[in-house]
T-cell receptor, first 114, second 110 residues
Framework: EPEVTQTPSHQVTQMGQEVILRCVPI?????FYWYRQILGQKVEFLVS????????KSEIFDDQFSVERPDGSNFTLKIRSTKLEDSAMYFC????????????FGPGTRLTVT | AQSVTQLGSHVSVSEGALVLLRCNYS??????LFWYVQYPNQGLQLLLK??????LVKGINGFEAEFKKSETSFHLTKPSAHMSDAAEYFC????????FGAGTRLTVKP
């Protein structure tokens, strides 16, 4: 069964450093998402991406964040200058076509900023 | 705009008892509704979903949920709790994008 994959599973970085989180969505999906979950808290929407551009982003997704689909398979989230409060689990998700379809989630990348 | 409210951040039941996790939503268009389960240090696993059609949907592990448009609710139930059901449960509403509730932590006592 196709699945969303994410690498690395755990990333440790120092405050102020740039990190890139990588995701490989399901191959025929068209909509891509990033979510964040701070330890013990809810899953928060960050950004959605469709047709090679951002379709919606939350207040969390400020200028420090960017997303890219550099080739036909990868979908990346870059944090330009990490802060302590960026420590969280980051989930990638992808969806096929149509409104309201199920999003398939990757296993997540745990980002720890020290 | 869409949003989800989960009533009760923590629910505790005895093994064998009924599980009821409450979810209310708001959506400007007909919603698609989901319940996800998250075990410690793991990702999100889909339990069940409502898109269209039958309002009572059955999911994995014996869970089911009923979509009630008049009450804007999508409560999750299971007739008999098992120890392995202990986890965090998230309700979500989706149109083009998905929004999650704050989650309900289910504890099952022996």
């Amino acid at each position: 069964e196709p699945e969303v994959t994410q690498t690395p599973s755990h990333q440790v970085t120092q405050m102020g450093q740039e990190v890139i989180l990588r995701c490989v969505p399901i191959s025929n999906h068209l909509y891509f998402y990033w979510y964040r979950q701070i330890l013990g808290q809810k899953v928060e929407f960050l950004v959605s991406f469709y047709n090679n551009e951002i379709s919606e982003k939350s207040e969390i997704f400020d200028d420090q964040f960017s997303v890219e689909r550099p080739d036909g398979s990868n979908f990346t989230l870059k944090i330009r200058s990490t802060k302590l409060e960026d420590s969280a689990m980051y989930f990638c998700a992808s969806r096929g076509t149509g409104v309201g379809g199920e999003q398939y989630f990757g296993p997540g990348t745990r980002l720890t900023v020290t | 705009a869409q949003s989800v409210t989960q009533l009760g951040s923590h629910v505790s039941v005895s093994e064998g008892a009924l599980v009821l996790l409450r979810c209310n939503y708001s959506s400007s268009v007909p919603p698609y509704l989901f319940w996800y389960v998250q075990y410690p240090n793991q990702g999100l696993q889909l339990l069940l979903k409502y898109t269209t059609g039958a309002t009572l949907v059955k999911g994995i592990n014996g869970f089911e949920a009923e979509f009630k448009k008049s009450e804007t609710s999508f409560h999750l139930t299971k007739p008999s709790a098992h120890m392995s059901d202990a986890a965090e449960y998230f309700c979500a509403v989706s149109t083009y994008d998905m929004r999650f509730g704050a989650g309900t932590r289910l504890t099952v006592k022996p």
